[in-house]
């Protein structure tokens, strides 16, 4: 949450009692809030939404309008009503300033087919709107209180397991039957004395894979090229540059450490809405060390993802291996007091503003780069009462809560599918990266980035309901009861109204059944869920089982897409098999002649070496993929049709034999110039005769 103060949003606020009381008190204004007191005031009845800063929405209205869901049938209730809101706010032609609707639609963004009655893109202050919007349809039976903050050392009063009030820094105090945690912090629950987890469990205590250190799994997002780590380089002993630790701890065990945040910032290209990057007054660049020397090692990929919103406008996010993910900074901020957060946000807005600059303006940045970079710039009419800065961290991860049941790995694969649904999930389970260290050969790398495909599957209420014997009459929708990685898909903003407005179904049950939050009657909760519009199962086919190769398993010297020097190609898949190491990239069928991957060996001795390359071929792939072989004696481009299956064992397509020198002289370059279709680049394989 945000602690310096922000402009109040333009909406009506109910007066309250002098008693601050209400049938259900709701902490976080975050999407999961919203959602709760809609919900509680569509029942019939009273509900205080209780936000620490000066405004509602939490990422939905500060950053993120490039919605995560993955299957869209998972998401009903007023959650897709939301979506919907956003589909008929753009159906309005004078919602379009700097392009028309079917300019945006031309382009295909992420998450619209421009069919739907749902739009899944969207402009931080359309949220923004649409939200209070909804909640001023809500009437009088929803309060909206302002700049009130929990006071973290005695801000709750319970008796026995029943919490009777909270208590604000202020002294201002609430009242209610029944009581919803919304934060992404999950302060409330803590000091209600609920047990909860930080950061990863070691794969062993849920029986998981995908669980602890993952050394293994982080590709993603990583570093291409050999990059020093140390302040002097080369020199051990003149100590690590910021934010690199000298170990990762051991494969698959557990740790107090939490995947990183970032701000999903607003930029566009329209110039005269668009604000340049500014150089920090604080700058610092021992901080930005280590991204100007992975660009000098000639790491060119552009490290940020802006995925395009309405009115040239992006929801811009974390790309590569020095990125805006502040990667090991935030450890401390999930049980820290409100000033040690602060600080650590602070560090964070610096540090994203400081690498905009950096790739931007520095000298020791090359020029495409900076160009890239210049090209987009803040949007100067959003965030306009925050110097345009997005008002949310992307606080990706906290606490989560341990209940009766743990959602884990097993539930996002299906192998374990619960009978008490409130909600679905249907992300890939996705951890962003969570520490750096150093390599045995002397390297900096990012670790902790996993991405594994899940199937839509149903969320237990037993996991939004703290056990009986800690609290009786709370409920946590967002710091929910799950894994680290079983909570890395679930964690989406859809999600959460989903879990929002389901648990706010569950208190209003309680209450009128005269129980607790545990003794809810299931039976009746569902068929209220369902007469609400919420989706709480369906069955999905089964994921086909998909294949892949290690290096180590293919003869010869294999260069896979990680250790290519890439421009473009920024797009990472893993869904079609055959493929090497963790995944494959492509080009998007996009910028079609800025594309290619260079492939360089090293080779331990001068002869004739049979080149062969990985791709996975589909029906949507190129048929004219030229790929040059640079050998001793010259250039030569073959082409590879990838619509065809390679006819090689590990999925590889021989390109033909050639004579190299020992050492690095010799390439391999794969380029999506002159192609139309997907260009997929995978591995390259050298075998000498």
């Known amino acids: ?140 039976k929803v309060a909206v209180v302002f700049g009130e903050r929990l006071d973290l050392k005695k801000g709750v009063v319970k008796e026995g ?50 669980n602890g250190v993952q050394v293994g799994h982080s590709i993603h997002h990583q570093f291409t090229k050999n990059v020093d780590p140390y302040v002097k380089p080369g020199d051990p002993s003149s100590g690590l540059l910021p934010g690199i630790e000298k170990e990762p701890g051991e494969e698959f065990s557990g740790d107090k450490k939490v995947q990183a945040y970032n701000f999903r910032m607003c930029t566009t290209d329209v110039p005269e809405n668009r604000r340049d990057w500014e150089k ?45 993910d502040f990667i090991g900074q935030n450890w401390d901020y999930p049980e820290a007091d409100y000033e040690t957060r602060a600080k650590i946000w602070k560090a964070h807005e610096d540090w994203q503003k400081g690498l905009m600059w950096t790739y931007a303006h520095h000298p020791r940045v090359p020029e495409k780069i900076r160009e890239a970079f210049r090209r987009l710039g803040l949007a100067k009419d959003e965030f306009t009462d925050n110097d345009n800065w997005p008002r949310q961290l992307y606080v990706r991860e906290a606490r989560r809560m341990i209940s009766d049941y743990v959602m884990t790995e097993k539930n996002c694969k299906r192998r374990e599918v619960v009978e008490d649904s409130v909600g679905m999930g249907a992300y890939n389970m996705d951890s962003h990266n969570i520490q ?16 594994v495909g899940s199937r839509p599957y149903p969320v237990s209420y037993r996991s939004i309901r703290p056990k009986a014997s800690e609290c009786s009459n709370l409920l946590v929708p967002v710091c929910l009861s799950a894994s680290h990685i079983a909570y890395g898909s679930i964690r989406m903003e859809p999600v959460f109204m989903v879990l929002g407005q389901s648990a706010a179904t569950a208190a209003v049950h309680a209450i009128e059944q005269g129980t607790t939050v545990q003794g809810v009657d299931y039976a009746k909760l ?90 996975g071929a589909l029906g949507n792939r190129a048929a004219n993929v030229p790929v040059t072989i640079h050998s001793a004696d010259g250039d030569k481009v073959v082409i590879v049709d990838q619509k065809q299956k390679p006819a090689g064992k590990f999925n590889l397509h021989t390109l033909g034999t050639f004579r190299f020198e020992a050492g690095r002289s010799g390439w391999v370059q794969i380029s999506n110039e002159g192609t139309k279709g997907h260009v997929i680049i995978d591995a390259v394989q050298f075998l000498a005769e």
């Not at 706010?89 to 963004?109: I, L, N, V």
Request: charged content about 25%.
């Open 526 to 615: 569902k068929e209220r869920l369902l007469k609400d519009g919420q989706v709480l199962d369906f069955e999905s086919p089964p994921a086909p089982e998909v294949s892949s190769f290690k290096k180590d398993q293919i003869p010869g010297i294999v260069v896979d897409d990680n250790e290519a020097e890439l421009t473009g190609f920024e797009s990472e898949g893993h869904t079609t098999g055959g493929f090497v190491e963790r995944g494959y990239r492509h080009d998007g069928d996009a910028l079609k002649g800025e594309q290619k991957a260079k492939y360089t060996p090293t080779l331990p001795k001068a002869g004739r070496y049979t080149v062969a390359v990985s791709y």
């Open 161 to 210: 397991a029943k919490i009777t009030r909270i208590r604000m820094e202020s002294g201002r105090e609430f009242t209610a039957p029944m009581f919803i945690d919304t934060t992404y912090e999950g302060d409330l629950m803590a000091k209600a004395g609920v047990g909860y987890h930080v950061g990863r469990e070691a794969n062993s205590v849920y029986n998981e894979t995908l």
């Open 1 to 140: 949450m945000l602690f310096r103060p922000t402009a109040c949003l333009l909406l009506a606020v109910a007066s309250l009692s002098a008693a601050d009381s209400a049938d259900v008190v709701i902490y976080g204004g975050t999407s999961g809030g919203i959602t709760a007191a809609i919900q509680t005031a569509r029942m019939g009845r009273t509900a205080i939404l209780i936000e620490p800063t000066r405004f509602l929405g939490g990422l939905t209205t500060g950053g993120l309008g490039a919605t995560d869901i993955g299957n869209k049938k998972a998401i009903g209730g007023l959650s897709r009503e939301f979506y919907a809101n956003i589909f008929r706010h753009y159906s309005d032609a004078t919602r379009w300033k700097h392009q028309t609707r079917d300019e945006y639609y031309a382009k295909k963004p992420h998450g619209n087919s421009g069919t739907e009655s749902t739009m899944w893109t969207f402009e931080p202050h359309a949220a923004s709107e649409i939200y209070d919007a909804m909640l001023k349809e809500a009437g009088d």
């Open 280 to 324: 920090p007054a604080n700058y610092d660049e021992r901080w930005f060390e280590l991204a100007l020397r992975n660009v000098e090692a000639g790491d060119m990929r552009i490290s940020w993802a802006p995925s395009w919103m309405p009115n040239r406008k992006t929801d811009t996010n974390n790309n590569f291996a020095v990125s805006t």
């Open 436 to 451: 750096r260290y150093v390599t045995r050969e002397g390297f900096v790398r990012n670790e902790g980035d996993v991405q």
